[in-house]
């Protein structure tokens, strides 16, 4: 970063390099608040989407303070989570970037606070992330700035603001590993070292994900990138540094990689999903295409029109910045940094379409004669199940009379062992967005250099108003107790807790509630849930059936919870059957509050088999969010 950096409408003589920096930090802080608005008007008493994901990490926020400094035990196991057997946290992402950078925002200003001001951070941090790439690639500050503001606020980071998914907010970090990259492969230095392995390591502890999308890219870009690094000298110079950055990469990464690799051998982590299970999370090539279906003006009548998994498949890429790409990867083609960056994107293309070719959600399926499709299935039946080292069963993407069409990121998931854990390939659509705005960098800077300063305000609009979703679609949710948890918080502890019906507990939200009562629950949530517990799962969903009642009894649960909405019309036949069982009484009846506000956009979105009720709440759940709780007591 010197004086080398002269793009349009930047005169380092007029503009002092601090205040520069200032500015464009001001700026994507500015654009942070307005382009997330309400975020900022309820920064310390609700979160961005309805109550999901979101909930999980905002507990998480507070338990790692209540664990490390209230109670100062290790945050990695909860006891009173998955009662009686208790949660260990590296079942699921603990995203310790955030938790623990965030430790002093949760002491001073509690946990809903650091969770918002953590997710404001995480669009400054893109947008300046990709701006300092990008001068690091020459490109002028307009160019620079603009890419940034692309990357930040696209409709991947947007989703996931709503989904709640605070790992995959940490897109920041990718620009910013990339930025260390080219710093070390232009002139390596064991001081460069530093910065590799520190920004690799943030990004795996933001997201485990991230680290397996990531640096296969990482490793990949000095090929495509080319010289200097062929040169004996080069490497004489840049091993000290690698070796630097990989010791510093696996001292930082050890304290949450020890849990999560002892749980792995124990058999915790069971990566066991089907095939059918992981093609769902393919993406469409339309997604990247298909407008903005979270926009504030037309975003309704996409979202009719269209189906996506609007956490998940909310991948378009913006017509504006997909016009200001073309022109930076024209007018450089000749060159290599941007063909590395088009291929780069190109290759993270083809792995978010996942396993099979889809459309609106689901695969597409060729009608073939019934011959050819009974050969195709053998084929897929010996590959899938016989060859692979990763094996799954092919019949649930089988149909009589067609065939999918399969892609190579099927054959990456079957011959490629760590790829086991991968489990939602449209994701990569970030690598695909991150690319595509650093080349639009390029281009911007080009349209500068013949149209002058004055098109700079133009081009940030073309892209604002492509990206623009204010007010948030998604609505808001305020996090709160209920009444029925502030009941709990007045009664004996410890008195464990059960929730039914038990699929309404696989929610991130139902997590935060032991923060506002504090009693042991028999329930969870997280990717993977305690070996113990998923077995014990079969007998507690049979409830009320006796060997349900005898199991909670045994566990020592006191009160059972029961949301009658949540039944539906099998509230009044279940409430008879709970009423006839020894030793439950009724105690309690409580109205829920609504928590939930704001909604434009989701209550538009078709329920569909294809999204587990963990990822959308919508349909026959909306029941859950404002439930009427009968409270009974466990004798």
């Excluded at 990259?181 to 064991?190: D, K, M, N, Q, T």
Aim: a positive charge; glycine letters at 10%.
């Amino acid at each position: 970063m010197n004086g080398r950096h002269k793009g349009p409408g930047v005169n380092p003589k007029r503009v002092p390099r601090w205040q520069g920096e200032l500015a464009v930090l001001l700026g994507y802080g500015v654009l942070s608040i307005v382009l997330t608005w309400p975020l900022a008007a309820h920064w310390t008493e609700a979160v961005l989407g309805p109550p999901g994901d979101n909930l999980e990490y905002v507990w998480k926020m507070w338990w790692f303070k209540h664990a490390l400094l209230d109670k100062r035990v290790s945050p990695f196991f909860n006891p009173d989570v998955f009662y009686p057997f208790g949660y260990p946290l590296a079942l699921s992402e603990t995203t310790l970037t955030y938790t623990l950078l965030g430790l002093p925002l949760t002491w001073l200003f509690g946990e809903v606070a650091a969770y918002n001001l953590v997710v404001l951070f995480s669009f400054i941090l893109s947008g300046y992330g990709l701006y300092l790439l990008l001068r690091e690639l020459r490109v002028g500050m307009a160019g620079a700035f603009l890419g940034g503001v692309a990357f930040a606020f696209c409709p991947y980071r947007m989703a996931h603001v709503g989904a709640g998914h605070l790992p995959l907010l940490g897109t920041g970090w990718i620009p910013l590993l990339f930025w260390a990259l080219e710093r070390f492969l232009a002139s390596p230095s064991w001081r460069r070292g530093i910065p590799l392995g520190g920004l690799g390591a943030l990004l795996a502890l933001s997201s485990w994900y991230y680290a397996f999308m990531v640096f296969p890219f990482v490793g990949l870009y000095p090929f495509l990138r080319g010289w200097p690094w062929r040169s004996r000298a080069w490497w004489r110079q840049a091993l000290p540094g690698l070796g630097l950055a990989l010791v510093l990469m696996g001292i930082l990464l050890a304290p949450a990689a020890w849990p999560t690799l002892q749980l792995y051998a124990q058999g915790e982590l069971a990566y066991d999903f089907s095939l059918g299970y992981i093609d769902q999370w393919s993406a469409s090539p339309v997604d990247f295409l298909y407008p903005n279906a979270m926009h504030s003006l037309w975003g309704a009548g996409l979202t009719r029109h269209y189906y996506q998994n609007i956490h998940e498949n909310l991948l378009y890429l913006g017509w504006s910045v997909l016009a200001l790409a073309g022109v930076g990867l024209f007018w450089h083609r000749r060159e290599r940094l941007p063909r590395a960056f088009a291929w780069l994107g190109g290759l993270a293309f083809i792995l978010a379409l996942g396993t099979s070719l889809h459309f609106a959600g689901r695969p597409i399926y060729l009608r073939v004669p019934p011959k050819v499709e009974y050969q195709f299935a053998r084929m897929m039946y010996v590959l899938t199940g016989k060859l692979a080292l990763n094996k799954v069963d092919f019949s649930p993407l089988r149909r009589e009379g067609a065939i999918i069409l399969p892609l190579p990121t099927l054959f990456l998931y079957l011959f490629v062992p760590p790829m086991r854990a991968m489990r939602v390939w449209a994701r990569f659509g970030i690598m695909v967005m991150f690319s595509v705005a650093v080349l639009a960098g390029w281009g911007v800077e080009r349209i500068l250099a013949r149209k002058g300063r004055s098109w700079v305000l133009a081009l940030l609009g073309f892209v604002l108003i492509d990206f623009a979703v204010l007010p948030y679609p998604y609505g808001y949710t305020l996090v709160r107790g209920q009444p029925v948890d502030e009941w709990l918080a007045r009664q004996a502890h410890p008195s464990p807790v059960i929730h039914y019906p038990l699929e309404k507990t696989w929610f991130g939200w139902m997590l935060y509630p032991t923060r506002i009562h504090g009693q042991p629950i028999a329930y969870g949530y997280g990717t993977f849930t305690p070996k113990a517990y998923r077995q014990a799962a079969r007998t507690l969903a049979r409830w009320p059936a006796a060997e349900a009642v005898d199991l909670l009894r045994r566990w020592g649960v006191r009160y059972v919870l029961v949301g009658a909405r949540s039944y539906g019309t099998r509230w009044p036949a279940l409430q008879k059957e709970m009423a006839a069982i020894p030793g439950l009484q009724q105690v309690a009846v409580f109205e829920d509050r609504p928590l939930y506000r704001g909604d434009r956009l989701l209550h538009l979105v078709p329920p569909s088999p294809q999204v587990p009720v963990t990822e959308l709440v919508n349909g026959p759940q909306w029941a859950y969010l404002a439930d009427r709780v009968y409270v009974y007591m466990l004798k």
